[in-house]
T-cell receptor, first 112, second 111 residues
Framework: DAGITQSPRHKVTETGTPVTLRCHQTENHRYMYWYRQDPGHGLRLIHY???????DKGEVSDGYSVSRSKTEDFLLTLESATSSQTSVYFCAISESRDSPLHFGNGTRLTVT | DAKTTQPPSMDCAEGRAANLPCNHSTISGNEYVYWYRQIHSQGPQYIIH???NNETNEMASLIITEDRKSSTLILPHATLRDTAVYYC????????????FGTGTRLQVTL
């Protein structure tokens, strides 16, 4: 799957705890993205990165932060998880702004 | 970004061509048409994209009308493994963040 590894694949956590999801790529692509997918909402962009230390917000960024200290890694952090953040999270990468996005296989997060 | 309209579901017999329509009547000149699909519980998979010319790759063909207001994704010989949700997306050229997924078409390929 285009050299994208998401970890963990599944996680169950309690409300109020911090959670970090990791996306690792081996393609050396400049752009990386975090999406969430929920029934009835499709995929929605949380944050994206256009280079090391360069990030920007998507349409549903509240409650999430990201960091990219290396080209290959893009971390998504939920500082204090809430039940509304129960979702499937997908990481994607693209070589340039106009290149197709390629997605990882997702992390299923359950906040109890 | 232009909005897209797709039928919620379609059926196709295995071995036949699957033709998935998409309406994007408000598309502007600098917007591409992208197609992705998502097989249950997997990440979306890129299929094909185009600006105004028809495109073909190893997975599918994309036919865009001359006025660019609609397009059709063609899977020439559908198999059971093509059963998935297919998303038609319009994306502004040069905007990395703008890939907005709608609800797509659920294609069921049957024997």
């Amino acid at each position: 799957d285009a050299g994208i590894t998401q970890s963990p694949r599944h996680k169950v956590t309690e409300t109020g705890t911090p959670v970090t999801l990791r996306c690792h790529q081996t393609e050396n692509h400049r752009y990386m993205y975090w999406y969430r997918q929920d029934p009835g909402h499709g995929l929605r962009l949380i944050h994206y990165s256009y280079g090391v230390k360069d990030t920007d917000k998507g349409e549903v960024s509240d409650g999430y932060s990201v960091s990219r200290s290396k080209t290959e890694d893009f971390l998504l952090t939920l500082e204090s998880a809430t039940s509304s953040q129960t979702s499937v999270y997908f990481c994607a990468i693209s070589e340039s702004r106009d290149s197709p996005l390629h997605f990882g296989n997702g992390t299923r997060l359950t906040v109890t | 970004d232009a909005k897209t309209t797709q039928p919620p579901s379609m059926d196709c017999a295995e071995g036949r061509a699957a033709n998935l329509p998409c309406n994007h009547s408000t598309i502007s000149g600098n917007e591409y048409v992208y197609w992705y699909r998502q097989i249950h519980s997997q990440g979306p998979q890129y299929i094909i994209h185009g600006l105004k010319n028809n495109e073909t790759n190893e997975m599918a063909s994309l036919i865009i009308t001359e006025d660019r207001k609609s397009s059709t994704l063609i899977l020439p010989h559908a198999t059971l493994r093509d059963t998935a949700v297919y998303y038609c997306i319009v994306r502004v050229r040069g905007t990395a963040s703008k890939l907005t997924f709608g609800t797509g078409t659920r294609l069921q390929v049957t024997l």
